[in-house]
């Protein structure tokens, strides 16, 4: 189904939410490594090992859309499925139109964060 090596990083400034994707994302199958800001994941050596990210949309400093377009500009080419606690239908489409595999508003289920993992990471 997935590739055990799959390295997914968590890009969130919420703390119970980097303590808690780790967690399921094992169930599912995946490593992880957590980040509380976008400066703290680009200064991170597993930049070059992420084969997918979850982003949060709004963090202090530099927001996800912002760090999106950094690893573009840098040419990383990393799957990104954003979450956000906003439920506004504009900002997720034009997510979706810059290059996301996903936006899954906060809760969301442990399904929708399967399926957009699976489209970001589809089999080799």
Not at 77 to 106: M, N, Y
Not at 116 to 124: H, I
Request: with cysteine; glycine share 4%.
């Amino acid at each position: 189904m997935m590739n055990p090596h799959s390295l997914v990083a968590i890009v969130d400034d919420d703390e119970s939410i980097r303590e808690s994707l780790p967690d399921l994302l094992r169930e599912f199958g995946f490593a992880s490594l957590t980040f509380a800001s976008a400066e703290e994941f680009l200064a991170s050596d597993g930049i070059s090992r992420t084969s997918c990210l979850i982003l949060d949309v709004v963090m202090p400093g530099m927001h996800g859309p912002e760090l999106q377009q950094e690893l573009k500009r840098r040419k990383l080419e990393i799957p990104i499925v954003f979450i956000t606690a906003r439920r506004d239908a504009t900002i997720q489409s034009r997510l979706i139109e810059q290059g996301a595999v996903a936006c899954l508003t906060k809760p969301f289920s442990d399904t929708a964060l399967l399926e957009a993992l699976n489209s970001a990471l589809p089999e080799q």
